[in-house]
């Protein structure tokens, strides 16, 4: 599966960085690929020369390319880092006002540069009349409409409904409701991938996945790995993730 460490902005010091990475080069050899986000100051220290088989990806990258852009990180600063992915659409930069076509602009350059976007998606909250469900199609749409078919294969998406964000396992998405989601979303891809491809785009899950419930998620739910926000940034939380889907 693919296990990407999103530290979102709670990692503050080199040292915890440091140390995350060092337990995270532990779980290599479990059969996974490992995949770290941290803050793009991190991303400077830790993914210049690496060797290891753990990947980097950042949280977000700049929609414009290099130039008079004060305080932005673009795509190409990143991939000459040695940055492999990027998250792109997070429900938490959705929240400070991106919208899908900057999301879209985003995985552009992302894809341009020759890094993996990750692209969140995930309602935030359920209603009953099942229009959670179209707002996702619509998301889908945005990204996928306009891309080609080679681009679009390209991509990773990560389903992560925002009411089970930030949470405990306890209040996150249940084994048969994620089944249910990934068999829509890659029923949703088929509008714009022929044939079997919507099998081969992988999907993430991310909402509160810990220890607790990351076997039972990872279990005949039709995911490929799992996009981890706050037990990433706790070695031992996100070893016990790994190792229990191990
Ligand atoms: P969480 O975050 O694991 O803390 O719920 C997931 C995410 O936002 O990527």
Redesign the pocket.
Known sequence: MLIVG?W?AYVESGKTAQALVASAKKLTGLGHDIVLAPSAPYLGLLAVGNKAKVAYSAQDISDSTGGAHTGETTGAQLRDLGVSYT?LG???RRACGETDEVVLSKTKHALAQGLTPII?IGEKERDADAHYLAYLRGQIAHIFAPLSQQERMQLVL?Y?PIW????TEDE?ITPQDLREMILYIRKALGEYLPGRAPESVKILY?????EGNAKMLADATGIDGF??????ADAKAFTGIVKAIS
Do not use: Q
């Open positions: 999103n979102k998250i997070h429900s938490e969140c990560a992560e089970a964000i930030g949470k996150a991310g909402g509160s996945v810990e996009l981890v926000g706050h037990a990433s």
